[in-house]
Each structure stands twice: as C-alpha cells, then as structure tokens.
C-alpha cells in the first residue's frame, strides 16, 4: 500500500470508530434518561439521588457525571425531553386537515394518551408540581403555550364555522386547559394516569355542548 493509500485508510478507520464513539455515547444518554424519568416519576425531587439513576439505568456513576453533573441539569434534562414529545404530539394533530373543534379535541386526545403512556412526560410533569427545585419556570411553559394554541384553534373553528362566533377565544382557551388539567390530576391521583384518556373522553360531549356552533 502506497503512502497515500495508508492515510487515508486510517483516516477512513478513525471516522468509523468516531461514529461508534458517538454512538455509544447517544445510547448511554438515552439509558440515562430513562432511568432518571422511572425515578422522578416514583420518588419526590429531593429524595431523588443519583446514585439512584446510575443503578436504575445500568450505567456506571461515571459515565453518568460524564452527560450530567448534576441532579438540577438531569431533571432539566427530562422537562426538555417532555416539552419535545408534547411538542410533537401537537404537530402530529396539527398537520391534519380538519376544523379547528376537531384539532382542539384531537390534540386533548394525543396530549392525555401521551400523558398515560410515556414515563418521561409523566416525569416531568411531577418534576414541575413540585417546589423548590428550582425548576418552576420551565415547567409552566408548556401549561401557558397550551392555552395559546387552544385559543388559535378556537379562533380557527371560529373562522371555519365549526365554533360559535359569539365565543370568547380566550376565556374558552382557559376553560379547556382547566378541565384537560383537572382530569390529569385526577387521573395521577387514581391510578398514575392510566384513566386521563377515559376521562378526557367523558369530557368531550361537554367540551363540545359548551363550544360547537349548533345548525340553523
């Protein structure tokens, strides 16, 4: 093999073990935020150690120091991870093509089987219920973008006849998220969330009695 050839068939070798690097270390990230939801999910913030990720993940205390430093940036961490897969739950409904009644109870469907099904998100939210972990301001995030988007969905139903026009966007948007709230802390307080999409559903011809333009 000529010089050349020698260069860049290392180079080629070092690019490929660097890729497994990265990898390996994309999948430790993972398994550590798993482990760290299964935990925030099942013991309060403050009694939350570490040490109790690293066991519960598999992954050595090194390595876990290696992608956090800290529990503050861990639990960080998982309400990011929340926020993206609620994130893409909406934009799933949102894409669709139907009125704006339908996508504002489509997406208080995808939201609640999403909530009873996913450890991360179920993680985060007890992370942002709980004070004093410094935490609040990212939690409530999502809370207020909801009722942003409820309100633009009842503005939208509004517009494509769907929602009576003499319904007050706002004051609506508040009233969904009251009740898609109040259902979610029900449903922790009963069985972990488990019923939340049972119970969305039982509140839907409500939402719909209290929103839908009726025929003339």
Excluded: C
Aim: hydrophobic share 45%; no cysteine; charged share 25%.
């Amino acid at each position: 093999m000529v010089e050349g050839q020698k260069r860049v068939s290392v180079g080629t070798e070092g690019r490929r073990a660097a890729r497994v690097v990265q990898g390996r270390s994309a999948s430790t990230r993972v398994n550590l935020l798993d482990g760290a939801a299964r935990v925030f999910s099942r013991l309060p913030y403050a009694e939350a150690r570490l040490k109790d990720v690293a066991d519960e993940s598999g992954i050595s205390p090194g390595s876990m120091y290696f992608h956090f430093g800290n529990k503050v940036d861990l639990a960080r961490a998982i309400l990011q991870l929340q926020q993206e897969r609620m994130t893409a739950a909406l934009a799933e409904v949102l894409q669709r093509q139907t009125s704006g009644l339908e996508s504002l109870l489509a997406v208080s469907d995808r939201l609640g089987r999403l909530i009873a099904s996913d450890v991360v998100v179920q993680a985060g939210i007890k992370l942002g219920l709980q004070p004093g972990t410094g935490l609040e301001s990212d939690a409530k995030v999502p809370y207020f973008e909801w009722i942003e988007i409820a309100a633009s969905l009842i503005r939208q139903g509004i517009e494509d006849g769907s929602i009576r026009p003499t319904v007050d966007a706002v004051v609506a948007a508040e009233y969904v998220n009251v009740v898609f709230v109040g259902a979610q802390v029900l449903s922790e307080l009963e069985d972990s969330w488990a019923s939340l999409p049972e119970r969305l559903e039982r509140m839907r011809p409500h939402l719909i009695g209290t929103l839908a333009r009726t025929a003339d």
